[in-house]
């Protein structure tokens, strides 16, 4: 293999080795991305607070009520058991049941709202937790796939780093280095040369170039620095 053949193989396995860190990298992002699962857990969580403070409330307004309704109880047995006789008492007494209906009517309303509102949380837990158990199955579903993928794409690196190594060690270092520096500043450090142009700048390259650097010299493009490689 000529000096600019092996450079241009050099480059295809490191072209191939960047795209094959950049799959790990995707892969191993893929596999620690929890954030819809935290998301789906921490909305549950609050929900769940909600549910619990409104049930408290419907508990302490049902309390309530009952305290009214023993209190018009107690009235109103006083009031037909004929133990009191008093006209002006019984006057008061019928006022003070009245107030108290009054009172217990409005709580009843209040009841009710609560209690829908308790319905249409618990609901919402329930869907909450349902599309939790779904983002968890499909976590569980989807973590051994990524981890063979991942085994599969760092065999791969292993067997790319080993190529790049064995080759590299047959290259000359100042020939490597100046590839290195091109590729670092570039991207592309070694391009064809094709119907006499330079493949990264599209510069005419003089015949005697293109020559030596088929005869495997190292030679560099005039006008873009890259080494030039004729097949
Ligand atoms: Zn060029």
């Known amino acids: 293999m000529s000096l600019p053949e092996q450079?241009?193989?050099?480059?295809?396995?490191?072209?191939?080795?960047?795209?094959?860190?950049?799959?790990?990298?995707?892969?191993?992002n893929l596999l620690s991305d929890d954030k819809a699962l935290i998301a789906a857990e921490s909305k549950l969580a609050s929900q769940k607070e909600q549910l619990e403070d409104a049930s408290r409330q419907q508990k302490s307004s049902e309390w309530e009520l009952e305290d009214l309704q023993g209190k018009v109880k107690q009235i109103d047995s006083k009031l037909y058991s004929g133990t009191t006789k008093n006209p002006k008492e019984l006057v008061n007494l019928?006022?003070?049941?009245?107030?108290?209906?009054?009172?217990?009517?409005?709580?009843?309303?209040?009841?009710?709202?609560?209690?829908?509102?308790?319905?249409?949380i618990e609901a919402k837990v329930k869907t909450s937790a349902e599309e939790l158990e779904r983002?968890?199955?499909?976590?569980?579903?989807?973590?051994?796939?990524?981890?063979?993928?991942?085994?599969?794409?760092e065999t791969v690196l292993v067997k790319l780093r080993e190529n790049r190594n064995g080759l590299a060690q047959q290259i000359n270092s100042e020939a490597l280095n100046i590839y290195e520096r091109i590729r670092l500043a570039r991207g592309q450090a070694i391009v064809?040369?094709?119907?006499?142009?330079?493949?990264?700048?599209?510069?005419?390259?003089?015949?005697?170039?293109?020559?030596?650097?088929?005869?495997?010299?190292?030679?560099?493009?005039?006008s873009c620095n890259r080494i030039l490689y004729v097949e």
């Open 7 to 28: 450079l241009y193989k050099l480059q295809q396995i490191d072209q191939e080795l960047q795209r094959k860190e950049q799959e790990l990298d995707e892969v191993e």
């Open 94 to 120: 019928e006022k003070e049941v009245k107030g108290l209906k009054s009172k217990i009517s409005t709580k009843e309303d209040a009841l009710l709202g609560l209690m829908s509102q308790v319905e249409e």
């Open 135 to 153: 983002l968890r199955r499909e976590w569980e579903q989807r973590q051994p796939t990524l981890g063979q993928r991942k085994s599969e794409v």
């Open 192 to 222: 064809k040369v094709e119907r006499g142009r330079c493949q990264g700048c599209h510069i005419t390259v003089p015949t005697s170039q293109w020559q030596k650097a088929k005869a495997g010299d190292l030679v560099q493009c005039n």
